[in-house]
């Protein structure tokens, strides 16, 4: 008992007092608790600590989601543009091409040629253009 | 009993393991504490299924935020704290603030040839019931859990001066309900 205690607390020589701090102090065990009570705390924890766990394994999966779909969207605009860009026609469909320029304009089939592999050169610079403009943003 | 510095130091024991391994710790700390907060808990709600339902809140509450009691500067007097918290909650839900004249709702234990002095431990109980449940505490956390007012007042957020009060005026009444005190002096 320290200073305060000594100078606060009923007076310590009543032997009434005293009987009667004993008294209470012996009832103190006196209460247990019930036979079910620690299963039953010990249950709830767990149910408790678990469904914590699930709904943090939940948020997380959701974040990882929101990861992969902000990551995924450019990612997958970026391919589709690198394989659009990589798309190229093949020699059939550029000797139709050129057949088809030689006939419009009246020219030989060289410069047929030749205008078919100019306008397809323009396109893969547009393409390429967009692309770069894209991968700044 | 326990010397209270051995007894503080194992709930803070118990407190680091509840840190590591959570509710798998929990058992410990439940057979180390759950008689004081039990008594404690029933001090205040004057019902033991209600104090049993304060007690385990509490648990749970510590085994589901693992850190909790080990933050604490002094982990059995917040663990008191808790258990009251718990306790007041129940008793504002239930408003169950009328006196149990009875003590049906109590599971004790005593010996077959103590039957003398449970007649005691009953008095006591029963005198406890009908204090004011401000200085019933006081008195239960000076003498079970043997405390200072210092400590005391800290806990319940009280002036040590009004912790000692509020003992000295809950123990004159008990002098006049505990018959067997005085018969105890008497002889």
């Not at chain 1, 009987?19 to 010990?42: F, H, K």
């Not at chain 1, 306008?119 to 943003?137: C, I, S, V, W, Y």
């Not at chain 2, 130091?9 to 410990?28: D, F, M, T």
Request: charged share 30%; with cysteine.
């Amino acid at each position: 008992m320290n200073r305060l205690d000594s100078e606060l607390s009923p007076d310590a020589d009543s032997p009434f007092e005293q009987a009667i701090e004993r008294a209470i102090r012996d009832a103190g065990n006196y209460v247990r608790p019930s036979d079910d009570l620690r299963p039953r705390v010990v249950e709830a924890a767990k149910d408790q600590c678990g469904q914590q766990r699930a709904r943090r394994t939940a948020s997380g999966m959701m974040l990882a989601f929101g990861l992969l779909i902000l990551v995924a969207t450019p990612s997958m605009k970026l391919i589709a543009d690198r394989l659009e860009r990589s798309q190229s026609p093949t020699s059939d469909e550029m000797q139709q091409q050129a057949m088809q320029y030689s006939l419009q304009s009246g020219i030989g089939p060289n410069w047929g040629l030749t205008e078919a592999f100019t306008r397809l050169r323009e396109l893969q610079a547009d393409r390429f253009g967009r692309l770069q403009a894209t991968t700044r943003q | 009993m326990t010397p209270p510095e051995t007894f503080f130091e194992r709930v803070r024991q118990c407190a680091e393991r509840i840190a590591e391994s959570r509710e798998a710790a929990l058992s410990g700390l439940y057979d180390l504490t759950a008689s004081r907060l039990l008594r404690y808990a029933t001090t205040i709600t004057r019902n033991q299924h209600d104090a049993e339902d304060a007690l385990q809140m509490t648990l749970v509450k510590v085994a589901s935020e693992r850190t909790l009691l080990l933050r604490a500067e002094k982990p059995w007097p917040y663990l008191l704290k808790m258990v009251r918290n718990e306790s007041l909650i129940i008793m504002r839900r239930k408003k169950r603030w009328s006196f149990l004249g009875n003590l049906s709702d109590l599971l004790t234990q005593t010996n077959v040839d103590e039957r003398e002095i449970e007649e005691t431990h009953r008095e006591v109980w029963k005198a406890l019931r009908t204090l004011p449940t401000q200085q019933s505490e006081v008195v239960v956390l000076k003498i079970w859990e043997e405390m200072t007012f210092a400590q005391i007042g800290e806990m319940l957020d009280v002036s040590p001066a009004t912790a000692a009060s509020r003992y000295r005026y809950g123990l004159e009444k008990l002098e006049s309900k505990i018959r067997v005190g005085k018969t105890e002096v008497n002889r």
